[in-house]
């Protein structure tokens, strides 16, 4: 059975910083496993950059991963807060993480586009990886469950 994410804060409705869950831990590792994967076929088969573009893109997008769970694990936190305060805040960290993984991604792709010799397919092949990840992971938890 697929893990049920549960969030746990303190009484200030910040999150507790309770490890992500074993769901959570198999899509990283596997996006950064896929990501590995096709940046070394890349390297054999293309060149150099573009399989730096691809660990690039893989990069990227674990790190969005790892940014959004940390971001919603908080703001499911303040939700199921039981609080005396009115109305709780969210920490400034959480909105930062919550919106800084748009524009570090932005910036990557503006970067590659502009001035670097990475090809951009290359990078986005690598963002991609994400989607692979999560394809993999969930055929494996819908195989392996019992």
Do not use: C
Request: without cysteine; charged residues 15%.
């Amino acid at each position: 059975m697929v893990d049920a994410v549960s969030f746990h804060a303190d009484s200030n409705g910040r999150p507790s910083g309770r490890p992500p869950g074993r769901f959570e831990r198999r899509m990283a590792a596997t996006t950064l496993v896929l990501g590995t994967a096709l940046a070394a076929v890349t390297l054999a088969m293309h060149s150099a950059p573009a399989a730096t573009g691809v660990m690039l893109g893989t990069l990227l997008a674990w790190l969005n991963l790892r940014w959004l769970d940390q971001a919603a694990r908080a703001l499911a936190g303040l939700a199921q807060a039981e609080t005396a305060a009115e109305k709780p805040q969210i920490p400034q960290s959480t909105w930062v993480k919550f919106f800084a993984r748009y524009a570090l991604m932005a910036l990557a792709l503006y970067v590659t586009v502009t001035r670097s010799p990475v090809p951009l397919v290359s990078v986005v092949g690598g963002l991609l990886m994400l989607g692979a990840a999560a394809i993999v992971v969930g055929l494996y938890e819908t195989f392996t469950s019992r």
